[in-house]
């Protein structure tokens, strides 16, 4: 059957539907799900049944409840941390991706002294472990009064040279050079010619860096765990983990519910917005990152 | 050659463009064109990146004392490092980390792009989206589901264990680097998957029917045709994953808030460095040790591209 439907003109390469392949991808489906299977049937379990149920069974549904206490507890910290979030995710990811379109679009479409060197030292940082960064950076930001301050997360956000690599591959292919010089001889200035003719060519690399850059800010617990004294300046990775220690010790609060709802929260939008942006990011990525 | 691609520059296209006498007016504007575009990020960059890697290796040369105040040491901190026990158990912790957890997960993206490339399986689409979830989910929110499924009492694996009659405690000294390499695979299984997928699908579809013409069955378009295409993203996904391993913090850290006792302060050396610059004080050792890590990472990334580039690999 296999055989057969290769050689048939209209469709060259339709091999048959496995079965058994199929099985095996979906223990490993079953694997990728169980966790957040866990996640979102914890949320809608009071503090007890958390305790006193089985992992995957149903409790009493409180997820409401549950949603409510998140956002009420300690004085409603966690919309704060939300807030926060957001303000790191668009100020740091924007800038982030902002910065990396128009140097990738540099790289890839002009020519100029320097730029080899420029490049090298760039590819050479991927390289460099973002932790080995963080003291350093901790110790200078310190220096200059920018420790426990917001601009302490945003600033090392906004500079990604893996962004600046995808964008600058991205940008030597989906950009005919024969177009720019047509506008170069219609008169057209560069910054004309990038924002008219360039940008629009460059969404499907934007969405895929703003998005890679999105999930960094979003996920980053390294970073504001150095930086951040004050939890008032938390990011929600640095304070469900603070809820998360509460609940071990001496003068333990059984947190659990707060802990799985307030997570089940911060993964709902990331989520989302990969979900709904996927037809871009996934040919931003086949187009990109991976070129040979 | 052509596989060497991680880093290799795809070629300019302005390179190639029409001859121009050398310092025309318009070649001029460009250039400077090309500048201004770059120099934003650029100028963040040297902030950000090089100044601090700069001051990073200047700390590491120097000591801090009660008596004496900062001085200059030179490689003293760097010996220091090279006899220290607690460092190099860490480095240990994390090489095995990385020969047996990388394999495993790169090994499984592998199959999982491979499967979902064949179009043998009922739903792709569904597949590789589910697959890549976990990417998106925040470490540390991966690292708290986990971390409760693990509970022997109430857990995922306590009941597993009654299920099977026997339990083990992934939070124990014995069991706690596997489950670590558990949820590490579990959040970037389906990132490599898409890594390895896309460059699948930039295979042009001609191979795959000169290799049918051929008689090749689908393991020998495997071997033959697929596996050789995709060398240069197994490179790159097998650096990242090295990167990965080497810094290793925030699962240990994230584990070690309600696991006490279980993960000392120097289970990964960037976890040890961590304890050394904020509980105790050593900023200069810290960022010693911080080099040395970054050091080891370029040099086995660097070897890693050597050999996946070689054309008998």
């Given at each position: 059957?296999?055989?057969?439907?290769?050689?048939?003109?209209?469709?060259?390469?339709?091999?048959?539907r496995?079965?058994?392949?199929?099985?095996?991808?979906?223990?490993?489906?079953v694997?990728?799900?169980?966790?957040?299977?866990?996640?979102?049937?914890?949320?809608?379990?009071?503090?007890?049944d958390?305790?006193?149920?089985?992992?995957f069974?149903?409790?009493?549904?409180?997820?409401?409840?549950?949603?409510?206490?998140?956002?009420?507890?300690?004085?409603?910290?966690?919309?704060?941390?939300?807030?926060?979030?957001l303000?790191?995710v668009?100020v740091?990811?924007?800038?982030?991706?902002?910065?990396?379109?128009?140097?990738?679009?540099?790289?890839a479409?002009?020519?100029f002294?320097?730029?080899?060197?420029?490049f090298?030292?760039?590819?050479?940082?991927i390289?460099?472990?973002?932790?080995?960064?963080a003291?350093p950076?901790?110790?200078l930001?310190?220096?200059?009064?920018?420790?426990?301050?917001?601009?302490a997360v945003?600033?090392?956000?906004?500079i990604s040279?893996?962004?600046?690599?995808?964008?600058?591959?991205?940008?030597?292919?989906?950009?005919?050079?024969?177009?720019?010089?047509?506008?170069?001889v219609?008169?057209?200035?560069?910054?004309?010619?990038?924002?008219?003719?360039?940008?629009?060519?460059?969404v499907?690399?934007i969405?895929?860096?703003?998005?890679?850059?999105?999930v960094?800010?979003?996920?980053?617990?390294?970073?504001?765990?150095?930086?951040?004294?004050?939890?008032?300046?938390?990011?929600?990775?640095?304070?469900?983990?603070?809820?998360?220690?509460?609940?071990?010790?001496?003068?333990a609060?059984?947190?659990?519910?707060?802990?799985?709802?307030?997570?089940l929260l911060?993964?709902?939008?990331?989520?989302?917005?990969?979900?709904?942006?996927?037809?871009?990011?996934?040919?931003?990525l086949?187009?990109?990152?991976?070129?040979? | 050659?052509?596989?060497?691609?991680?880093?290799?520059?795809?070629?300019?296209?302005?390179?190639r463009a029409?001859?121009?006498t050398?310092?025309?007016?318009?070649?001029r504007?460009?250039?400077?064109a090309?500048w201004?575009f770059?120099?934003p990020f650029?100028?963040?960059?040297?902030?950000?990146?090089v100044?601090?890697?700069?001051?990073?290796?200047?700390?590491?040369?120097?000591?801090?004392q009660l008596?004496?105040?900062n001085?200059?040491?030179?490689?003293?901190?760097?010996?220091?490092?090279?006899?220290?026990?607690?460092?190099?158990?860490?480095?240990?912790?994390?090489?095995?980390?990385?020969?047996?957890?990388?394999?495993?997960m790169?090994?499984l993206?592998?199959?999982?792009?491979?499967?979902?490339?064949?179009?043998?399986?009922?739903?792709?689409?569904?597949?590789?989206?589910?697959?890549?979830?976990?990417?998106?989910?925040?470490?540390v929110v991966?690292?708290?589901m986990?971390?409760?499924?693990?509970?022997?009492r109430?857990?995922?694996?306590?009941?597993?264990?009654?299920?099977?009659?026997?339990?083990?405690?992934?939070?124990?000294?014995?069991?706690?680097l596997?489950?670590?390499?558990?949820?590490v695979?579990?959040?970037?299984?389906?990132?490599?998957?898409?890594?390895?997928?896309?460059?699948?699908?930039?295979?042009?579809?001609?191979?795959y029917?000169a290799?049918?013409?051929?008689?090749?069955?689908?393991?020998?378009?495997?071997?033959?045709?697929?596996?050789?295409?995709?060398?240069g993203?197994?490179?790159?996904?097998?650096?990242?994953?090295i990167?990965?391993?080497?810094?290793?913090?925030?699962?240990?850290?994230?584990l070690?808030?309600?696991?006490?006792?279980?993960?000392?302060?120097?289970?990964t050396?960037?976890?040890?460095?961590y304890?050394?610059?904020?509980?105790?004080?050593?900023?200069?050792?810290?960022?010693t040790v911080?080099?040395?890590?970054?050091?080891?990472?370029?040099?086995?990334a660097?070897?890693?591209?050597l050999?996946?580039?070689?054309?008998?690999?």
């Amino acid at each position: 059957m296999t055989e057969l439907t290769r050689r048939m003109p209209q469709a060259p390469h339709r091999p048959r539907r496995s079965v058994v392949l199929t099985i095996v991808m979906a223990l490993l489906l079953v694997y990728t799900l169980v966790p957040l299977a866990w996640l979102v049937i914890s949320a809608t379990k009071s503090n007890s049944d958390l305790v006193n149920t089985f992992g995957f069974a149903f409790g009493h549904f409180n997820l409401f409840a549950n949603v409510a206490d998140v956002f009420t507890y300690e004085g409603g910290v966690y919309g704060r941390w939300l807030i926060n979030t957001l303000i790191y995710v668009v100020v740091g990811a924007g800038a982030a991706t902002v910065l990396a379109t128009l140097g990738g679009y540099g790289l890839a479409k002009y020519d100029f002294p320097g730029k080899k060197a420029v490049f090298a030292i760039i590819l050479g940082a991927i390289a460099v472990p973002g932790t080995a960064l963080a003291v350093p950076t901790f110790l200078l930001f310190s220096k200059v009064g920018l420790t426990n301050t917001m601009w302490a997360v945003i600033l090392p956000s906004a500079i990604s040279p893996f962004g600046l690599y995808l964008m600058w591959v991205f940008a030597s292919d989906a950009i005919p050079t024969e177009l720019m010089e047509a506008a170069r001889v219609d008169g057209s200035g560069e910054l004309r010619t990038f924002r008219t003719i360039s940008l629009r060519l460059l969404v499907p690399g934007i969405v895929t860096v703003a998005l890679f850059a999105i999930v960094a800010t979003w996920n980053n617990y390294f970073l504001p765990l150095i930086m951040l004294n004050d939890p008032k300046l938390y990011p929600l990775t640095l304070g469900l983990q603070q809820w998360n220690a509460e609940t071990v010790g001496v003068g333990a609060k059984p947190v659990f519910s707060l802990v799985t709802t307030g997570s089940l929260l911060a993964v709902i939008p990331i989520v989302a917005a990969f979900l709904l942006l996927q037809r871009y990011w996934q040919s931003g990525l086949s187009a990109g990152s991976v070129k040979q | 050659m052509t596989s060497q691609i991680s880093v290799a520059p795809p070629r300019p296209r302005a390179e190639r463009a029409a001859p121009r006498t050398k310092h025309s007016p318009l070649k001029r504007r460009i250039s400077a064109a090309g500048w201004g575009f770059v120099l934003p990020f650029f100028i963040g960059f040297v902030l950000l990146v090089v100044v601090p890697v700069g001051y990073s290796i200047y700390l590491s040369l120097y000591r801090n004392q009660l008596i004496g105040g900062n001085h200059f040491v030179g490689f003293a901190n760097y010996l220091q490092a090279f006899t220290d026990a607690d460092f190099w158990s860490g480095v240990l912790r994390v090489s095995l980390f990385l020969v047996v957890q990388v394999p495993i997960m790169l090994a499984l993206a592998l199959i999982c792009a491979l499967a979902i490339d064949s179009g043998r399986l009922h739903g792709k689409s569904f597949f590789r989206i589910v697959l890549f979830l976990p990417y998106a989910v925040p470490g540390v929110v991966a690292v708290l589901m986990w971390g409760f499924m693990y509970n022997p009492r109430a857990g995922l694996t306590g009941a597993l264990g009654h299920l099977l009659g026997f339990t083990i405690d992934p939070i124990s000294t014995q069991w706690v680097l596997p489950a670590i390499g558990n949820i590490v695979t579990w959040e970037f299984l389906g990132y490599n998957m898409l890594i390895f997928y896309a460059a699948l699908s930039t295979v042009p579809r001609e191979l795959y029917e000169a290799a049918a013409i051929d008689g090749a069955g689908a393991f020998r378009t495997i071997f033959s045709v697929k596996l050789p295409a995709l060398r240069g993203s197994i490179v790159i996904a097998t650096i990242f994953s090295i990167i990965g391993s080497f810094q290793l913090f925030n699962e240990p850290n994230i584990l070690r808030t309600t696991a006490l006792g279980i993960i000392p302060t120097n289970f990964t050396p960037n976890l040890y460095a961590y304890t050394l610059s904020f509980s105790g004080n050593q900023v200069n050792y810290a960022a010693t040790v911080a080099i040395i890590m970054s050091v080891f990472t370029a040099v086995i990334a660097y070897v890693v591209q050597l050999r996946g580039s070689r054309k008998d690999a």
